[in-house]
C-alpha cells in the first residue's frame, strides 16, 4: 500500500500540501478498501453514513481534485468521500442497487455509457456537469519533431499512420476498468472508422481491421490513470500517452495534441440518485452549485487542467483554446459494449501473466478456499488469446501449468484453469524469492504480449532465495525482461515491506486482499494485465 | 458555547434551511413564519430558484423554495410525494403530472421561452453561405431556416459538402442540431415538434399517418447524435465550454440569462428557427401551497422582473422582456419577428414521436 501511496502522492499534480497530501492519503486508504472488498456496506469505513460528508461513487482521476474539495468545504461546510471505479462497474453497480444506501452520489468523467442502461439511468434524479476535458494524446516533444507533426494539424488517421510506421508508440489506461482508457477507445474508434455521425455495429465491424493495427502500437495498459504515468516514466522507450488532456498536461515533457477531426470530452457530472433522500439531494445540489462558482472554476482549471464550464471563467493558460468537433458517443448500449467487447477479446495485443501463488502450510483450510474461489472467479474475466501459468509454490515451485484461452474453443482452457485450480493444495514452507526467479524465467524474453506476474503469498520469505539475492537476480535480467512487472497481493500474514519493495524494484504496484478481498484484488489486477 | 454555535448550525446545514434563516434576517419579516415549498423543477430554472434575489423576493411573500431538477418526461417516474409542486419545462408533461396527481385546472404558466440555436459565429457564417440560414446584417443573429436544414438532414448532408466549412477544423462530420433526450427532456421534445411539424408540411402532427409519415426523418434527426444530454442545461454548458456539436438547440432563456451575466458572448450566435416550438414552463400545484405559489410567480411583479433577469418572457406582457433586454437587442430576436410557432402535439403524440425517433428501426 505504501508504494501506492508515494507514487499517487508522486505525481498528484501541483501544490500538493502537507496537509492535502495526508487527507489523499486517508481518502486513499479509505477507497482501496472498497475498490478491492466485497465486504457488507455497514462495516466499511469508507460507506458508512456520516452527518455533512457525501460519499461519492467517483471516477479516480477526480484523485487531483483533493485540493478544491478541501477548498469546497471550507466554504460550505461539506465534505467529500470518495471512492474510486471505473465507470463500467460504476454503472452496474448503480443498474443492480448496490449503491442504494451506500453512496450519496455519483461522479463519473461521463453519464454517456449510463445513459445507454435504462436500469442505471432511472436511478438518476438530476446530473450537472462542472467541468471538462477531452481525450488527447501526449508525445514527446522529441518525437513530435520526428514525425515532423504540427500539434494543431495532426489527425486521428496520421496518428495511424505513425504506429504502422512502426514510428510511435503508446500507453492508455483499460477502457474496462477506467474511465479514461474507456472514453479513449470511442474517441479512437470514432476517429478511425470514419463515420460521420454516432458509431453502429456496422461502423465498428468496419473499422475493426484498421484498429487492431492501432491498437498494436499499445504497449501499456494501467487499471489506472497514475500507475500509467509510472511505468511510462520508468519504461522510457513510449513514446506517447492516450489520456483526457487534464492528465497528459500533468506529465512533464508531453505536447498535448488534440486531433483535429475530433475528441470525446468528459464533462464530469456531479449526479444525484433517486435512492438518497431530499436532505442529501440538497447537499448534492449546494456542493454542485459550489463547485461551479467562479472562484472554484478558476481554481478548477488551474489545479487540474480541466476546463471550466462558466462563460466567465477562462482556461487555465496553456490549454489551447481551438475548436474541436465533438465525437459523437453511441447511441445504443450494443455498439457501446460491443466495442468494449472487440477491444478486449479482439483488438488490443494479448496478456501473458505468471500466477506465483502461496500454497505453503499456512494457506491451508479458509486461505486456500479463499484462493481457489477468486481463481475461479478469474476464470469468467480472462481475454480470448490470453496465456495464463499457474505456478503454485511451497518450499520451492510445485508445478508449472500453462494455457491458452483460444478464441475457437476458449471453454477447454478455462476449464484446464479451473481443473488446475481445484488441485491446489497446501504444504511447505514459503520460497517467495527463488519462485518469482523461477517466473521470470518461464516468461523469457517478451513476447508481443502484455506480459506480468501476480504474487499472491500469506507469508514472509522462509525458504530459497533471499531478497537481495532476488534483487541482484533483477537487475542483471535483459531490459526486455525488467520490463516485466510483479503485482504482489498483500494477504493472510504477508509482510507489507517485503511486497512493497517488490513492487516498487520490478514496477509494479501493490494491491491489498488484508484490508479488501483475494477476489476484488485479483479483479482489479485485470487492469494491469 | 462556541462549540454549541457550531453543532446548531452543522444541524442547520445539514437540514438546508439556512437560506430560510438568512433570508428572514435579510428581510426583517421575522414576525411572519415563512412557509417551505419543495418542488422539482426543470434544470434551466435552477438558477432562478437559487438567485439570492429571488430566494428574497420569496421570503418576502413568506415562501423558502426548495427545488431539485429533473427531466421535464422524467419527472413522472419520480415519486413526488412530499413536493407541493412540479415545474416541468412544457405544457404537454405539465397536463400528464396534473392528470396523475389530480391537480386542478387551469396550471399557472408564469412565463415561457422559445428554443434557438446557438452557434458560433464560424459555423453560422458556413450555414448562411449555403441557404440554411440568413444572418442579420451586423448582428450576432439570425434565422435557421428549418425546412432546408430538415431537407439537408435528410439527404445526411456533412459540413464537409458545405462550402465554406473545410476553414474550420470543428466543422466535419454529419450537419444535425444537438438536441436533450426527447424521452426524459423537454427541449428535445420540443425540438420534434417543431421539426415534425414542418416535415408534415406544415400541420401539426395528429394522426397515427401523420407519425408514420415523419418518423423516419425525426428518427434520424436523434439517431445520428448517439448518446444525447439528459437536460437543456447540460447540453448549454458543454455549448459555453467549447466542447461539444456545433450547434446545439437550446431555450432563448439560458441565453439571454448569460448575456445579462457578462460583457461579452464571444462569437456566439443565436439562430431562431423560422418554425420554433415555445416551452411554457407550467407548474403543477401538488398542494395549496404549491399553487399558491404558482400564482405568485405569474402576478408578483418582482418575480416577473427576476424572471426576466433569467432570460425568461413572462406571459402577457412582451414589453416587459424587451426593455429589459435591451443591451442584448444585438444578440435577441426580441419582438420574435419571422418566428412561427405552431402548437405542440398532444403529448401522447409527442411521446409517440420521441420513442419512435429514439427506437433502433
Known sequence: ?529 | MRRIAGIVLAVLLICGVVAAVLAGRDNGDQGTATKTVRGVVGSEKAEFFADPDVVKALATKGYTVKTETSGSWAMEGLDLKGYDFAFPSSKAPADELAAKYKARQPLPRPFYSPLVVVAHRNAAEVLAANGLAVLDKGQHRGTLKMAAYLAAAGKDRTWQQLKGADRYGELTGTLYIASTDPESSSSGALYLAATSYVANGGRVVASEADVDRTAPLMHKLISVQGAQQPSSDAAFRDFVSGAGNPLVMVYESQVAALLGDRQSAGDLTVLYPDTTANSDHTVVPLTEEGRALGELLSDDPVLRKLAVRHGFRPQGDAAEFVAATAAHAAYLNQTLTGVRQPPVPTSKVLHEIALRARGQS
Not at chain 1, 493444495?425 to 523469457?444: P, V
Not at chain 1, 500474514?493 to 476484488?520: K, V
Open chain 1, 1 to 529: 500500500m505504501s508504494t501506492r501511496h508515494t507514487r499517487h502522492a508522486r505525481h498528484t499534480r501541483h501544490r500538493l500540501t502537507a496537509a492535502t497530501a495526508v487527507l489523499a492519503v486517508a481518502l486513499l486508504t479509505a477507497t482501496a478498501s472498497a475498490c478491492t472488498s466485497a465486504q457488507k456496506p455497514s462495516q466499511d469505513p469508507a460507506t458508512a453514513p456520516e452527518p455533512g460528508t457525501l460519499r461519492v461513487l467517483a471516477s479516480s482521476e477526480l484523485s487531483d481534485m483533493t485540493p478544491v474539495l478541501a477548498r469546497v468545504e471550507k466554504d460550505t461546510g461539506i465534505k467529500v468521500r470518495p471512492t474510486y471505479m471505473g465507470t463500467l462497474d460504476a454503472v452496474d453497480m448503480l443498474a443492480g442497487g448496490k449503491t442504494d444506501g451506500v453512496y450519496d452520489a455519483l461522479w463519473l468523467s461521463s453519464n454517456d455509457y449510463l445513459r445507454l442502461r435504462p436500469d442505471a439511468a432511472k436511478k438518476v434524479v438530476s446530473e450537472t456537469s462542472v467541468m471538462a476535458s477531452p481525450v488527447a494524446i501526449g508525445v514527446k516533444a522529441a518525437t513530435v519533431a520526428e514525425l515532423g507533426w504540427k500539434p494543431e494539424q495532426v489527425t486521428w488517421s496520421q496518428v495511424e499512420e505513425a504506429v504502422q510506421d512502426g514510428k510511435l508508440t503508446y500507453g492508455m489506461t483499460d477502457p474496462a476498468r477506467s474511465n479514461s482508457g474507456f472514453s479513449t477507445l470511442i474517441s479512437v474508434a470514432s476517429g478511425l472508422s470514419g463515420a460521420q455521425s454516432a458509431l453502429t455495429d456496422a461502423d465498428v465491424t468496419k473499422a475493426t481491421p484498421r484498429l487492431k493495427e492501432f491498437f498494436k502500437g499499445q504497449k501499456l495498459t494501467s487499471g489506472s490513470s497514475g500507475w500509467l504515468a509510472d511505468a511510462y516514466e520508468r519504461r522510457g522507450t513510449v513514446d506517447a500517452l492516450l489520456n483526457y488532456e487534464s492528465v497528459l498536461k500533468g506529465i512533464p515533457g508531453l505536447t498535448v495534441i488534440r486531433p483535429r477531426d475530433g475528441v470525446v470530452t468528459a464533462d464530469y457530472p456531479v449526479t444525484s440518485l433517486a435512492s438518497t433522500d431530499a436532505t442529501t439531494r440538497e447537499e448534492v445540489r449546494r456542493l454542485t452549485e459550489a463547485l461551479r462558482t467562479p472562484a472554484i472554476q478558476r481554481r478548477i482549471t488551474d489545479v487540474t487542467h480541466r476546463r471550466p464550464v462558466v462563460a466567465s471563467v477562462p482556461p487555465a493558460a496553456g490549454l489551447d483554446t481551438s475548436r474541436r468537433r465533438e465525437l459523437p458517443f453511441p447511441g445504443s448500449r450494443s455498439v457501446a459494449d460491443g466495442l468494449l467487447d472487440a477491444y478486449e477479446n479482439e483488438l488490443r495485443r494479448p496478456s501473458r501473466t505468471v500466477y506465483v501463488l502461496d500454497t505453503s502450510g499456512s494457506m491451508g483450510g479458509e486461505r486456500l478456499s479463499a484462493l481457489k474461489a477468486a481463481l475461479r472467479g478469474l476464470t469468467g474475466d480472462f481475454r480470448q488469446r490470453e496465456e495464463v501459468t499457474l505456478m503454485p509454490f511451497g518450499s520451492d515451485v510445485k508445478s508449472v501449468r500453462t494455457h491458452v484461452v483460444s478464441p475457437a474453443d476458449p471453454k477447454s482452457g478455462l476449464d484446464a484453469i479451473r481443473r488446475d485450480t481445484d488441485a491446489l493444495n497446501a504444504d511447505g514452507d514459503t520460497a517467495i524469492y527463488t519462485s518469482l526467479e523461477k517466473a521470470y524465467r518461464q516468461l523469457g524474453a517478451d513476447r508481443d504480449t502484455f506480459t506480468s506476474i501476480v504474487l499472491m503469498t500469506d507469508g514472509e520469505n522462509t525458504a530459497g532465495a533471499k531478497a537481495s539475492e532476488f534483487d541482484g537476480f533483477y537487475r542483471r535480467l535483459p531490459a526486455g525482461q525488467r520490463d516485466i512487472p510483479v503485482f504482489p497481493i498483500l494477504f493472510g500474514d504477508s509482510d507489507r515491506a517485503e511486497l512493497a519493495h517488490i513492487a516498487e524494484l520490478t514496477g509494479g504496484r501493490l494491491f491489498d486482499a488484508q484490508q479488501g478481498s483475494l477476489d476484488g484484488a485479483f479483479k482489479e489486477i485485470r487492469g494491469y494485465q
